[in-house]
């Protein structure tokens, strides 16, 4: 059985019995069947029914956000947030994706050649709870668009959102079969993933679980994408708008509780600003507000599972013994033990697992630096890549410094987000693979070369 419980009361919210081995060939086999007509639906209707699935996201927004609040504990305001993102990328992807897929012309030779896109079969999707429906649709969208279909092995602890993601593209008007979930524990992944029917599979998670399911789809040849964790440089210089970019740390760091890959973890700060900043990030972290996640004040809620803070508290206790100083936090509430501090840390030291390991809570590190070259050095100290900040009012020196950065996407003056426009992943052991923008809807295709001679 999967269980979810609401992470704010503990209550069990709802039981749910995993799909059996002999279900899930029934699922397969009919996907199947299903990719076959769906790879020959015209591209401008696959398009409208994107777009049909967008209008049922807005009239769903209430009933989403609060499914989404109650089983991971994400603060609702963000959990709407959430919904109403995911129905512009629907809209994205319903006025620009029939271009996307559109053929290449290629100048060679031949009378004719061009390069073509190609649905290629059912992709699997392992994802995560902290964004439980954007992580879903991001990779769901643009790949059902393109002519695939798609399986989807959520978090057990988001089973109810997965259901409930399921149960609007037949409402949008797709076919059944086009989108599945399926419901096991993630030791039953190799179950799927090594299908002759599977065909791509993607993972958004953790280093550990990406390297697992890396080393599965090598065995067994299947293509994949891995969206895997960050620990964000947030590289703020001397000349930066110092409000601007403590304010921007703070909304970066604690959205969803701090349980967000690609949110800044690791602030690098010049250090003729770093007592002030240290001093205004105090400030703004003790005025956030605790408690209920369904409560629309709330900035800061649960823990999205008790190992998970259990974990966040064994992070910063070793790191404090290590000789960190804590400014703020450093422990779950007195009166609600799911809902962790904001914490600030300073002095921190590379052996420490703050500032080597990622931190999935609400913790901040401030760390100084006297030049560029410090700067860049402390921002590539990490095994990941996935995004990453410069605060300057020298564009010049941004644009420098961007090439400098090891990551998939820099931002200047702004804090690192996904954006349908735009393609998102990483590098180093965040991953390798785009989701999002054209170069996510081509993923998940044979890009064929066609040659045409007279």
């Known amino acids: 059985m999967l269980h979810t419980y609401n992470p704010f009361t503990g209550n069990l919210i709802e039981s749910y019995t995993e799909h059996s081995d002999h279900e899930i060939e029934l699922i397969i086999e009919n996907q199947n069947f299903r990719f076959n007509a769906w790879k020959k639906t015209e591209l401008t209707e696959r398009c409208r029914l994107i777009g049909q699935l967008g209008k049922i996201l807005k009239k769903e927004q209430q009933s989403f956000a609060q499914l989404i609040t109650s089983e991971m504990g994400k603060p609702i305001r963000e959990s709407l947030a959430e919904v109403v993102k995911c129905a512009w990328l629907c809209e994205y992807y319903s006025e620009n994706g029939a271009a996307m897929l559109q053929d290449i012309p290629i100048k060679t030779e031949a009378n004719t050649s061009f390069v073509s896109f190609e649905p290629i079969g059912i992709i699997f999707a392992i994802m995560p709870w902290n964004f439980p429906l954007w992580q879903a649709l991001r990779f769901a969208v643009p790949t059902i668009l393109a002519g695939n279909v798609v399986i989807l092995k959520h978090a057990p602890n988001v089973s109810g959102t997965s259901l409930k993601i399921e149960s609007i593209f037949p409402e949008a008007g797709f076919p059944v079969n086009v989108f599945r979930s399926v419901l096991i524990q993630a030791e039953r992944s190799e179950t799927i993933i090594r299908h002759q029917s599977i065909r791509g599979v993607t993972i958004t ?45 703070v909304d970066s760091r604690m959205l969803n509780s701090g349980q967000v890959c690609i949110a800044a973890k690791r602030f690098i700060v010049h250090e003729s600003l770093f007592q002030e900043f240290v001093e205004v990030q105090k400030n703004a972290l003790l005025n956030l507000n605790l408690g209920d996640p369904m409560q629309t004040k709330t900035q800061i809620g649960p823990m999205a599972r008790p190992d998970l803070a259990t974990k966040l508290q064994k992070q910063i206790d070793e790191s404090i013994a290590s000789g960190a100083k804590l400014i703020c936090g450093g ?16 002095d921190i030291q590379k052996n420490m697992p703050v500032y080597k390991e990622e931190t999935f809570g609400p913790v901040t590190i401030v760390i100084p630096f006297q030049t560029e070259e410090e700067a860049i050095r402390i921002a590539n100290d990490t095994s990941f890549g996935l995004g990453a900040s410069i605060w300057t009012n020298d564009l010049k020196r941004a644009k420098r410094l961007m090439n ?34 054209f170069y996510g809807i081509t993923e998940f295709t044979n890009i064929k070369t066609n040659w045409i001679q007279a």
Request: proline share 5%.
């Open 205 to 249: 998670g953790s280093e550990k679980a990406g390297s697992s399911v890396a080393s599965l789809s090598g065995k067994y040849l299947k293509k994949c994408v891995l969206e895997l964790g960050g620990s964000d440089p947030y590289i703020v210089f001397e000349d930066a708008d110092l409000n601007k970019s403590c304010q921007a740390a």
């Open 331 to 346: 422990k779950r509430s007195n009166s609600l033990p799911t809902v962790f501090e904001p914490t600030l840390l300073i």
């Open 404 to 437: 400098a950065i090891d990551a998939g996407s820099v931002f200047v003056n702004s804090i690192t987000k996904s954006d349908p426009r735009l393609p998102f992943g990483g590098t180093k052991s965040s991953g390798f693979g785009r989701e999002l923008s």
